[in-house]
C-alpha cells in the first residue's frame, strides 16, 4: 500500500510540475513574427525643402506625433544645412545644386523652430515651424 501511495505522489508531483511550467513558458512566449517573417515598415512622411539665402521653401511642416519624417533639402542658393535640435535631426552641408536628407521620429508634440546653422543665417530669418500634432 506504500509503495503505491509513493507512485501516486510522484505522478501528481511530475504532473504538476509539468502543469506549472507550460503555464510558465506561455506566459513568457516571443509575440509571434508576421508571416513573410518581418515587420511592415511605414514610408516616412517626405517633405522636399528648398534653401535659399536666408529662407525655406516650404518653412511650415506639419505631421502627427509618432510619424517617421524624412527631410529632403536642396540648395538653391548659397551653403546650408536644415536643423532640428529637439529631436536631433540634422542634414549634412550643402552648396548650390547640392541635395542631402535626414529622417526622424516626431515623438514630441508642440511646434519646433527648423533652422539653418550656417553663419549667421538664423539670424537673418533663415528658419521654419515644424508643428507635431
Known sequence: MNRILIIFIFALLVIGSV???????QSV?????????SQPTVAPKTFNIRAANFSFTP?????????RVKVNLTSVGGVHDWVVDEFNARTSRISDGQSASV???ADKVGT????CSIGNHRQM???????VN
Open 19 to 25: 502543469v506549472v511550467y507550460g503555464r510558465q513558458s
Open 29 to 37: 512566449a516571443p509575440p509571434a513574427a508576421p508571416q513573410g517573417g
Open 125 to 131: 530669418g533663415m528658419v521654419g515651424k515644424l508643428i
Open 112 to 115: 519646433f523652430e527648423f533652422y
Open 103 to 105: 529622417e526622424f521620429v
Open 59 to 67: 518653412n511650415k511642416i506639419t505631421v502627427k506625433q509618432g510619424d
